[in-house]
């Protein structure tokens, strides 16, 4: 027989001239069952990876996706280019779960978009042994490691799985340091892995910081930067109140604007999406719920009212900017106090060790070391981000160097070596 040929699958199927860097080297992984870590930027296109080996392969392609929106737009992808997929996600009605999983048994199906919540869950863990997969896909994998954001426990679970299945895996992220990298292979067990690690360095993202005093004065400056901006425009908020307190900011400067929060009903959040996606210079405030699945290519401008409360995160969200390799400028405010509701966060989901909840809760020891862990994890991640908004150096500099990787000479995509004219120049807003 004769082996498929990811080229013309890519072509054929998806309608792409050729592979990106690095999404060659996971798809022939695949089609050789041998375990693959990918780490590709953010719109570097980690879907294709194990789209194409889906086509090629004989059985079930198995992805575990965190959230329902993301499940959502590669659904849509994967339908478009003719693959038999589903997901199964707590939105679905338990009738339609139990058909999604018998077509996967059945092998009716290609492709199975699952969170690892549902994967583990008593319901689903019986089929487990009757599916035929020929590749595990674990998306996001950076939720596997304390040291990492968006951090899940289940996603530490997914080397049971995969024992169980016994089928290769593919573990994709856009954001990992190389601490995290190393605990990815370690919990999902990864024997002999092809390696991929892209460069983060996008040389169209200018990346600059601006200060401000008060929130009349971050307002402000907001107006000045998206009023100019061409293209779609984005605007981060860490509450829920500050995006509905700048909404009506924008709009009482005569800026259309619309908001963005798991807050609104489901129906309100599809219309901002459809809103952002078609509009022809659309402006949105949104916590970080506004994200995965919103792939739009043009986004010019993303600004953060107050920075993230991890490089990664910061990273992973301003990096929705550009992905057409046209420039976009990434700017993130800060103040006195920005820190404040990331300490509290941290306090919530990281009690200290002094305090009662902890101190005189029934932890077992290990549970305790772990939880000590995952709080140092996070307060070293907020000292990074304090870092990058006060250095007088080179920002892509510092960003890359989070990652792991070196950059000798000075930018041409930062504000402190073009300073803040060179960078609003770098997207026509002057």
């Given at each position: 027989m004769t082996p498929p040929d990811p080229l013309r699958i890519l072509r054929d199927r998806f309608g792409f001239p050729g592979f990106r860097t690095g999404q060659l080297e996971l798809v022939q992984a695949a089609l050789a069952g041998r375990d693959a870590l990918g780490i590709l930027p953010t719109g570097g296109g980690k879907s294709l990876c194990f789209q194409v080996p889906c086509v090629a392969l004989p059985g079930l392609t198995v992805v575990v996706s965190p959230l329902i929106s993301l499940m959502a737009d590669q659904l849509r992808r994967a339908r478009e280019a003719g693959i038999r997929a589903e997901a199964i996600h707590s939105g679905l009605s338990p009738e339609r779960r139990d058909a999604v999983g018998r077509a996967a048994v059945t092998g009716e199906i290609q492709l199975l978009l699952v969170a690892p919540e549902r994967l583990l869950s008593p319901s689903f863990t019986p089929l487990l042994p009757r599916l035929r997969v020929s590749l595990l896909v674990v998306d996001e994998a950076h939720c596997i490691s304390c040291w990492g954001h968006d951090f899940r426990p289940a996603y530490r679970k997914l080397g049971d799985v995969r024992r169980e299945l016994g089928a290769p895996v593919q573990a994709l992220t856009a954001t990992a340091t190389p601490r995290v990298r190393a605990e990815i292979e370690e919990v999902l067990g990864l024997e002999h892995p092809v390696r991929f690690v892209g460069s983060f360095d996008r040389e169209n993202l200018l990346?600059?910081?601006?200060?401000?005093?008060?929130?009349?004065?971050?307002?402000?400056?907001?107006?000045?930067?998206?009023?100019?901006?061409?293209?779609?425009?984005?605007?981060?908020?860490?509450?829920?109140?500050?995006?509905?307190?700048i909404r009506a900011s924008m709009a009482r400067r005569g800026l259309r604007t619309e908001a963005y929060h798991a807050g609104l009903p489901e129906e309100e959040r599809t219309r901002v999406q459809s809103f952002f996606m078609e509009a022809k210079r659309p402006l949105v405030v949104a916590t970080n719920a506004f994200g995965m699945g919103i792939d739009r290519s043009d986004v010019r401008l993303v600004v953060h009212d107050q920075l993230s409360g991890s490089l990664e995160d910061y990273y992973q969200e301003a990096g929705r900017g550009g992905r057409d390799g046209g420039p976009a400028l990434c700017v993130a405010l800060r103040g006195p106090g920005d820190g404040a509701i990331h300490r509290a966060f941290l306090d919530r989901t990281h009690p200290p060790v002094r305090s009662p909840r902890v101190a005189f809760g029934l932890w077992r020891a290990g549970e305790l070391a772990r939880r000590f862990q995952r709080r140092r994890a996070q307060t070293v991640k907020l000292r990074a981000v304090a870092r990058y908004a006060a250095t007088a150096g080179c920002r892509r500099k510092a960003l890359l160097g989070w990652f792991g990787e070196e950059r000798q000479a000075r930018c041409r995509g930062c504000d402190r070596c073009m300073g803040w004219g060179g960078v609003l120049e770098g997207i026509g807003s002057r």
């Open positions: 990346w600059a910081v601006r200060s401000a005093r008060s929130h009349s004065e971050r307002n402000r400056i907001l107006y000045e930067l998206v009023s100019p901006a061409p293209g779609a425009r984005l605007i981060y908020a860490a509450t829920r109140k500050r995006v509905e307190r």
